[in-house]
């Protein structure tokens, strides 16, 4: 019996806080500054190569922070779901997801129809169906783009409940990710637009690796694991660089392959460095601070942030309204992450644990 290694059981790792904080930051990075042409020409009213000529190209590659993201979130959640029952498991999810979630809505809705912003108003029925969070199975468009990384989490947290209900185990847990990785790759060619939709094949290696890596970090590297890490790092690459329904589409971005690999292997190395304990000394509180909030400011950036750009970019320097913009969002996040969705969370955390879930409610008398 896998036996978990001492000092593996920490809640909040400083390294992987930064880590997501830049991953987060790169995002920001990319829908200001590296967007597709035609993206950059309908946001900032002119083309890139008048605004950042050099560092658009760099930029671009921010839009794979999104991947690593997914395998920060399969490092974290089976570190946090371990241990806890499905209840615990469903509260802590939903009161790390849905306040904010919300918060984000609302401010993006607000912006979108008494500002001045690009993104058009939405009718009320995508209003109300991106308030579930299942805007993507009910075939409606998200009411922010950024929004569709969160069906890829939500499947993943629903799926990985079911293991949570069977009890968290280092045999089980690679078992899921064995399974999920045979499916993941079954989705690809069996065009079933319900298990593509479950699966989400392309993001799979992403969480897969972060699984792995956890279960490194808790116990410690074996080859099963590292076998695991190395098929989800090739299938990771594949989804990356495949000709079309893939992670990538090359009609509006098609980079030099070598940079593209290099970016997801250096991914995989730095979670790979936390997952081993090369990064135990690192234990700054202010990236803790910037860890939770990393999904304010995920969730919010776009709507605000490009609609700033689209009203002032031909009036303001494009770098300083980048800077002023950017730091903006980052004290607002902190903002909503403090006084807002925290208070929430605690609310709705408070409610649910003390809320009865029987299936057989009793009748009333």
């Known amino acids: ?206 969480f897969i690796a972060g699984m792995a890596f956890y279960l490194m970090y808790r116990y410690r590297p074996t080859p099963l694991l590292w076998g695991v890490v190395i098929m989800s790092w090739l299938l990771a690459l594949h989804f990356l660089m495949a000709p079309s329904g893939g992670r990538n589409d090359w009609d509006t971005w098609s980079p030099w392959r070598f940079w593209l690999i290099l970016a997801m292997t250096l991914f995989f190395v730095l979670i790979g460095a936390i997952a081993l304990g090369w990064t135990r000394w690192i234990s700054w509180r202010g990236l803790t601070v910037a860890g939770t909030m990393t999904f304010p400011l995920y969730l919010l950036h776009d709507t605000i942030g490009m609609t700033v750009a689209h009203r002032y970019g031909e009036q303001v320097d494009p770098w300083a309204l980048v800077g002023v913009t950017v730091s903006g969002l980052i004290v607002l996040s902190y903002l909503a992450h403090r006084f807002v969705e925290r208070p929430m969370a605690l609310a709705m955390r408070r409610y649910l644990n003390n809320a009865d879930f029987g299936m057989h409610p009793t009748a009333r008398r």
């Open 1 to 206: 019996m896998a036996r978990p290694r001492a000092g593996a059981r920490r809640d909040r790792l400083a390294a992987l806080d930064g880590l997501r904080f830049l991953a987060a930051l790169s995002v920001v990075l990319f829908h200001f500054i590296g967007q597709t042409p035609g993206a950059m020409i309908f946001v900032w009213g002119r083309p890139y190569q008048s605004i950042f000529p050099e560092m658009h190209r760099y930029a671009a590659f921010g839009r794979l922070g999104v991947d690593l993201f997914f395998m920060i979130s399969g490092f974290v959640i089976c570190m946090s779901a371990w241990g806890r029952t499905p209840r615990q498991f469903f509260i802590s999810r939903v009161t790390r997801l849905y306040p904010m979630y919300w918060i984000a809505i609302a401010a993006s809705a607000c912006v979108i129809y008494f500002a001045d912003s690009p993104f058009g108003h939405p009718n009320p029925r995508m209003l109300f169906a991106n308030l579930t969070m299942l805007q993507t199975p009910l075939g409606v468009d998200n009411l922010d783009p950024v929004y569709w990384t969160l069906w890829p989490e939500l499947c993943f947290y629903l799926t990985f409940a079911a293991v949570v209900w069977k009890g968290l185990t280092y045999q089980r847990v690679v078992i899921f990710c064995g399974l999920w990785t045979i499916a993941a790759v079954l989705a690809t060619s069996a065009h079933i637009a319900l298990l593509s939709l479950v699966v989400n094949p392309t993001s799979a290696p992403d």
